[in-house]
């Protein structure tokens, strides 16, 4: 609203499961269950906005102060000092690790280089300092990408003109996901993992870069709109090798978790920015064209029944 949105409609829907009730998240409660213990939000720019999210509403309790940024401020930590808790956002669009060659704005000067076979050292050498991870992948998977294993290239994703290998998004996808799954069920810290499902976008009449927007101003109703192919793929994958993982996890005494925001997102098209993702878009000029953010989630929007959800599984953990 501060950038300059009109509507306010979407701050009133609320998600809301069919046989219970799920309670609000409270602030109060998490932040002394959380006293001495440390929480990591790990994945791209989704993850960045939970965590957000997350701060917003701990800060009717608590504001916490930023401790460290990188040089991007993509990861960030923050320390409640009253409780001694700390949160983080560690930015790694892939989970495993990858060349990325692109602006601010996204714009790629060439293909991304990523490698099957090695997890993102950025958030796996902190993972022993985490009591409670939330992990999540998808949309980068999509981008054109060159795929390495073993010192190999083994084809790609989108590269027409190179006398490579088509693999498909979906191969990379599955070989990351059980690279992290059997990372964290095998390892000796037994931090509690909550991995969450891919968010899908909403964009109507084009996409990120070819004028796609998402003007919609009240939630669809249940069967009014089916999630895409590529999604249900992603989304697909991410059961498969949860459930592989859940039950490596379950014989080593690692807590596996799955926040499935995937169905609840579809039915928000009316959460995003769109083009009030900038301060006041048409200020200056209103037929300059806007790009329109129909990925991430206004604050507060949608993104907060994330948090009701994840404080529900803490409770029953």
Known sequence: MRNGRPDSGYLHWRWSPQ???LPRFDPR???DMMR?????FIGDSISRNHVQSLLCILYQVEEAVEVYHDEAYRSKRWHFATHNFTLSVIWTPFLIEADVFEDSNGVSSSEIQLHLDKLDVLWMEQYKSFDYAVIAGGKWFLKTAIYHENGTVLGCHYCPGRN???LGFDYAYRKALRLIFNFVTESQHRAMVIFRTITPDHFEN????????CNRTVPFKEGEIEMNDVDRIMRNIELEEFDRGRGTGSKNGVVLKLLDTTRLALLRPDGHPGPYRQFQPSAKDKNTPVQNDCLHWCLPGPIDSWNDLMMQ?????
């Open 19 to 21: 046989d219970c009730e």
């Open 29 to 31: 409660i998490f932040l």
């Open 36 to 40: 001495d213990k440390s929480w990591a």
């Open 164 to 166: 490579l290998t088509e």
């Open 206 to 213: 084009g996409q990120w870069f070819s004028g796609g927007t």
């Open 313 to 317: 599984m803490l409770a029953a953990a």
